[in-house]
T-cell receptor, first 113, second 111 residues
């Protein structure tokens, strides 16, 4: 079946450093990939989305590129801030699935001063 | 802005008891979803609905029922609560496009 893998459970970084959170997926259908962010005690919110191969999408300083050849949609930021500390979920939707999302396990990003 | 309201915000239930979690959306969205969140598992889909008076099973429906009496309301029912159902539950709505709008979650503890 369809699945999403996020390999890091926790990423700890110092403010100002770059970050990349890994996301790979498996599906035999045409994929639509998402990144959702969840701050402490808040609801998950959409951060990025893409269904276009090899096109970079950006929002709030974060960016990601869907690479269908490697089934990846890694999330990156060039300089993390303290406010970026949160739980980040990668999610997959396939065509005709009633907009059901399959989520990865999530990666917690902790940014230190 | 899209609004999804869940109640209660938290609940303590006894094993074997009945629990009902409620969700109300004012987005005029057709699609509604119930997810549970557990550490290490991300968000897993329990039930969903794309029209009033109809619900569909998600990936982990066992032990849960759902009810969609109107476009705005979507409930999750645990007829016989068990310890393994301790989790945070999120309701979400969608217009059928790509973005899900989540409620603030319900923290359920089953003792």
């Amino acid at each position: 079946g369809d699945s999403v893998t996020q390999t890091e459970g926790l990423v700890t970084l110092t403010k100002g450093l770059p970050v990349m959170l890994n996301c790979t997926y498996q599906t035999t259908y045409s994929p639509f990939l998402f990144w959702y962010v969840q701050h402490l005690n808040e609801a998950p919110k959409l951060l990025l989305k893409s269904s276009t191969d090899n096109k970079r999408t950006e929002h709030q300083g974060f960016y990601a590129t869907l690479h269908k050849s490697s089934s990846s949609f890694h999330l990156q930021k060039s300089s993390v801030q303290l406010s970026d500390s949160a739980l980040y979920f990668c999610a997959l939707r396939i065509s005709g699935s009633f907009n059901k999302l399959t989520f990865g396990a999530g990666t917690r990003l902790a940014v230190c001063p | 802005e899209a609004a999804v309201t869940q109640s209660p915000r938290s609940k303590v239930a006894v094993t074997g008891g009945k629990v009902t979690l409620s969700c109300h959306q004012t987005n005029n969205h057709d699609y509604m979803y119930w997810y549970r969140q557990d550490t290490g598992h991300g968000l897993r889909l329990i039930h969903y609905s794309y029209v009033a008076d109809s619900t569909e099973k998600g990936d982990i429906p066992d032990g849960y029922k759902a009810s969609r009496p109107s476009q705005e309301n979507f409930s999750l029912i645990l007829e016989l609560a068990s310890l393994s159902q301790t989790a945070v539950y999120f309701c979400a709505s969608s217009a059928g496009g790509e973005t899900l709008y989540f409620g603030s979650g319900t923290r359920l503890t089953v003792l």
